[in-house]
C-alpha cells in the first residue's frame, strides 16, 4: 500500500491493500438523459478491493499429534495438483522437524520456505514453550499478512496448524484462535481405529463453539493393519452424530509417493469440498435471494433493486465480514445497537448457556430466572428511583409501554383529563403507530398522520440553523403552566436527538425539562433507546444531569447489539397506581409473547457483567476525548456545516454553502454518497439525510477510531470533487 505522508494508514493494512487509486477518482458517470447507469463506476471498484481471493484456503488440524496431518496435506494436495488447481501450504508455526522443507519439496511449491514455514522453533514442544526457549516472538500480524500473499497467489491453500486446536501457540494465543483470525475453515485428521470418536467429536464440538466452520474430516491410517469393526465403523459414526462430510481414508502407504498417491488415493478420497463454487458466486445467489424475497426497512426499495447490495456473513469485534471475505469497520454499531465489539465471548456464552437450560417461557402468569435477575440489575444501574421493569421487544414498544401506562396511570387515579402527550419536534421515538404519534420527523412521519393520534408538539431548534432553545423552554412552560391539567406526560430523548440527526442539547435543559414536569405533575417519558447503555459517556443520559425520569425507555445497547430486547423502567409511584383488585379493570392490559425473553435477558446481563468487567465507561473517556480532538479536522471542510458531538454519538452536517447553512437538496443523496465512499475504504456508515452519523461500537480501539475518522475525512473532502459532477448518486437508500 501506498503510504504518502497525508495517506490514511489503515489498522486492516495486513488484512490486504486497500485499493486507493479507484478510491481517489471517483467517476460517476452520468448517463446523457441524466439518468444514472445501471452499474455505476463506484461499485465496480468495489468489487475489485479488499481481500481478492482466488481461492479458498483451509485449515488443517488433527486430533492429535502423529495422527498423520502433513501426509493428508501431501495427499489431499497431490489429487488438487491432478486436477489443475495450483495449491499452496502454509505451515505457521513449526516445532522441530522439518515438515514444511519436505511439503515444499514433495509438492514442489515455488513459495520461498520463509512464507510456507516463517515461525520454527527448534524442539519438538508445545509451541508456546519451544519458540520461549528459541527466545522467538511469534506475531499473528506477520502470519496474516504472509497467508493473505499466499492465498492471491494459489487456487487453495492448505495451513497446517500444528498438535491441536487448543495447542497454544503463545500463552494468550492457540491454534484454534489463528484458525478464526485467518478465518479459515476447518478440515479434521483424525486416526483410524479404536479410540478415536471421542477425540473427533471434541474437536468439532470445540470448534463450532469457537465459531469456526467445520468444513469436514479425513480419517488417516497410521499402521498396515487388517480392518476391525472400529475401522470400519468409526467414521460412519463420526459423520452421522456431528452432520460432518467424510472425506474419506487415507490408506497407509510405505512409499508415499506422486505415483502411490494417485494410484491408491485417488479413488478413495472426496475432493467435492475443494472443488465447490467459490464465494463470487454464492454471492451473486444470495444478492438476487435478496431482491427476490426481501422487503427492507427505510428503504426506497426501486433503488435497491439497482444495487449491488452488501451481505454480511460474519463479524469479529468491531468489523463485519462480508460473504467475500471483505471486513469493513462497523461505524454505526450496527444500526447503534454492538456495545462490546460482535460476537463477544463472554456474552455468546452467556446466550448458549442459557439455550442449553431454557429457551422460552412466558411472563404472563410465570416468571423466569434471567428475567428477574436482569430486571434486578437494570433496578440497581438505573437512576435511583426507578424500581420496576416491564419488559418487551424493541425501542418502539419500550415507547408505547411507557404512552400507556403514563395515561392510564392518571385515568386509574380519576384524573380523566390527563390524556394529551407532548413532544418536541423533530424527535424520534420508533416506528409503531403511538410512537409515531409523539414522532416529529416529517419525512418519516407525514404519510401516517390520520393513523396516529394527536399531541401537543413543542417548536424545537436543531441547534443549528435555530439555536433558540431558550424560546422552546418558554413555551413549553407556558404548556404546563396552562394546560397541565390535560397533559399525561412529555416525551424527549434526552441530551441526544438521535434519529433527528445527533442535535445535541446545551447542559441543563433536562434538568429544567425534569423540575417543569415535577412542578405540574406531568410525568416525564425519557426515551434512551439510542442514548443508554454508554452511548453519551455515561451509563444513561440522564446522569449528566441527575435526573430521574418517570419513565425510562431502553432497548438498543440492552444487549450489547446481541438479541431484541427492550425494558420500561418506572416508579413505585407508577406501579402502585395500577394496584387495584381484579374487578376494578384497572389493569395495565399490556405484553407482547416474547415479553422477558430468557436468552435475550441473559445477553443482557452479559453485556453489564461486560461494562464492570473490562471498565468499558472508564476507558471510554479518552476515546471520546480522541474522537473530540479528531473532529476538529473535519470542520474546516468546506461542506461541513456543523459538527455535533456528545460521547461516543456524532452527527456531522453537510451543507451546501457553508456561509448561508444552505442544505443540499434531499435527492442529491450526499449523506449516501459520502458513506459509499467510506465503503470503498472499507468502514460502514447510515446516514441520516445530509447528516453523516458516527456511532462505533465503545469498544473501538483508538487505532480504529482514528481509521474512522480519516475515512470519513476523505469522503467528504471527496465531496468538492462529487458535487461538482453534479450527478446523483445511485443505488441504496437516504433517509
Ligand atoms: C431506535 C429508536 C427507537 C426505536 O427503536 P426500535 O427498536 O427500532 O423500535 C425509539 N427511540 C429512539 C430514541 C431510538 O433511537
Redesign the pocket.
Same mark, same amino acid.
Given at each position: 500500500m501506498n503510504k504518502n505522508k497525508d495517506e490514511v494508514i489503515s489498522p486492516l493494512d495486513f488484512f490486504d491493500d486497500y485499493d486507493q487509486e479507484s478510491v481517489e477518482k471517483p467517476e460517476l458517470k452520468v448517463a446523457k438523459s441524466g439518468r444514472r447507469e445501471r452499474r455505476p463506476a463506484v461499485q465496480r471498484t468495489q468489487s475489485r478491493r479488499g481481500p481478492v481471493k482466488k481461492g479458498r484456503a483451509f485449515f488443517i488440524s488433527a486430533t492429535d499429534t502423529g495422527v498423520g496431518k502433513t501426509t493428508a496435506i501431501k495427499v489431499i494436495a497431490t489429487l488438487l495438483k491432478d486436477q489443475g488447481l495450483d495449491v499452496g501450504v502454509m505451515k505457521p508455526v513449526q516445532c522441530g522437524g522439518d515438515d514444511a522443507k519436505a511439503l515444499k519439496e514433495f509438492l514442489q511449491i515455488t513459495d520461498p520456505l520463509e512464507e510456507i514455514n516463517p515461525y520454527l522453533a527448534k524442539e519438538p514442544l508445545s509451541p508456546h514453550v519451544a519458540f520461549r526457549r528459541d527466545k522467538i516472538q511469534v506475531h499473528r500480524d506477520k502470519i496474516i499478512s504472509i497467508f493473505q500473499k499466499l492465498r492471491r497467489r494459489h487456487d487453495v491453500v492448505l495451513v497446517e496448524g500444528a498438535g491441536g486446536l487448543l495447542v497454544p501457540i503463545r500463552e494468550d494465543y492457540c491454534m484454534a484462535d489463528l484458525a478464526k483470525d485467518l478465518e479459515l475453515e476447518l478440515l479434521i485428521v483424525s486416526r483410524l481405529g479404536l479410540g478415536t470418536i471421542n477425540h473427533t467429536l471434541l474437536t468439532i464440538d470445540k470448534a463450532r463453539e469457537l465459531g469456526i466452520m467445520v468444513a469436514g474430516v479425513i480419517f488417516s491410517e497410521t499402521e498396515k493393519k487388517v480392518h476391525g469393526v472400529p475401522e470400519r465403523t468409526n467414521p460412519a459414526t463420526i459423520r452421522h452424530l456431528r452432520k460432518v462430510a467424510g472425506l474419506g481414508i487415507i490408506p497407509f502407504c510405505e512409499d508415499l509417493s506422486v505415483e502411490t498417491i494417485l494410484k491408491v488415493c485417488k479413488s478413495k478420497i472426496d475432493l467435492k469440498l475443494f472443488l465447490a463454487q467459490p464465494a463470487s458466486k454464492k454471492t451473486a445467489q444470495l444478492r438476487e435471494g435478496d431482491k427476490n424475497f426481501l422487503w427492507h426497512p427505510f428503504t426506497p426499495m426501486k433503488d435497491w433493486l439497482e444495487s449491488d447490495p452488501l451481505i454480511i456473513d460474519r463479524a469479529q469485534g468491531c468489523h463485519l465480514i462480508d460473504t467475500e471475505g471483505r471486513r469493513y469497520l462497523d461505524g454505526v454499531s450496527s444500526l447503534?445497537v454492538n456495545v462490546h465489539g460482535h460476537n463477544h465471548p463472554q456474552i455468546t456464552a452467556a446466550i448458549k448457556d442459557q439455550l442449553n437450560r431454557l429457551d422460552h417461557s412466558t411472563l404472563l402468569g410465570l416468571s423466569n430466572t434471567p428475567a428477574v435477575e436482569l430486571a434486578k440489575k437494570l433496578v440497581a444501574i438505573a437512576p435511583k428511583g426507578l424500581e420496576k421493569v416491564f419488559y418487551s421487544d424493541?425501542? @418502539?414498544?419500550? =415507547?408505547e409501554v411507557a404512552i400507556k401506562m403514563a395515561y392510564q396511570y392518571w385515568q386509574n387515579s380519576g384524573r380523566l383529563e390527563k390524556t394529551q402527550l407532548v413532544h418536541l419536534a423533530n424527535s424520534?421515538?420508533?416506528?409503531?403507530l403511538g @410512537?409515531v404519534s409523539v414522532g416529529g420527523i416529517d419525512l418519516f412521519h407525514h404519510v401516517y398522520q390520520k393513523l396516529t393520534f394527536p399531541t401537543v408538539k413543542i417548536d424545537f431548534p436543531d441547534g443549528y440553523r435555530n439555536q433558540d432553545f431558550e424560546a422552546a423552554m418558554n413555551q413549553l412552560q407556558e404548556l404546563l403552566k396552562k394546560s397541565a391539567d390535560k397533559i399525561a406526560a412529555l416525551i424527549v430523548?434526552p441530551l441526544v436527538q438521535?434519529?433527528a440527526g445527533m442535535i445535541v442539547w446545551p447542559e441543563g435543559l433536562l434538568k429544567r425539562m425534569k423540575d417543569l414536569c415535577e412542578q405540574h405533575e406531568v410525568f416525564l417519558i425519557a426515551?434512551? =433507546?439510542?442514548?443508554g447503555f454508554g452511548r453519551t459517556g455515561k451509563m444513561f443520559a440522564c446522569e449528566h444531569e441527575e435526573v430521574v425520569p418517570d419513565f425510562l425507555?431502553l432497548?438498543?445497547g440492552l444487549t450489547g447489539g446481541t438479541l431484541?430486547l427492550?425494558a420500561t423502567l418506572t416508579t413505585k409511584k407508577v406501579f402502585e397506581g395500577f394496584l387495584f383488585d381484579t374487578k376494578d379493570q384497572k389493569t395495565f392490559f399490556h405484553g407482547h409473547t416474547y415479553t422477558g425473553n430468557p436468552l435475550a435477558c441473559a445477553a443482557a446481563l452479559a453485556n453489564l457483567k461486560v461494562f464492570s468487567v473490562e471498565h468499558t465507561l472508564s476507558r471510554l473517556q479518552s476515546k471520546i476525548a480522541l474522537m473530540r480532538e479528531k473532529l476538529k479536522k473535519l470542520e474546516q471542510l468546506l461542506h461541513v456545516g456543523q459538527v455535533r458531538q456528545k460521547g461516543m454519538m456524532v452527527g456531522i452536517e453537510l451543507v451546501k454553502d457553508k456561509q448561508s447553512k444552505q442544505p443540499f437538496a434531499l435527492q442529491e443523496k450526499i449523506g449516501f454518497a459520502v458513506c459509499q465512499q467510506a465503503r470503498q475504504r472499507g468502514v460502514i456508515l447510515r446516514p441520516l439525510g445530509n447528516v453523516i452519523v458516527l456511532m462505533p461500537p465503545l469498544a473501538i480501539s483508538k487505532r480504529e477510531l482514528d481509521y474512522l475518522l480519516q475515512v470519513v475525512y476523505r469522503a467528504i473532502e471527496n465531496l468538492g470533487q462529487t458535487s461538482r459532477l453534479k450527478g446523483t448518486v445511485p443505488g441504496g437508500s437516504s433517509t
Open positions: 447503534w424493541n425501542g @418502539s414498544t419500550a =415507547v424520534y421515538h420508533g416506528d409503531t @410512537s430523548e438521535g434519529a426515551d434512551e =433507546v439510542a442514548t425507555c432497548a438498543k431484541p427492550a
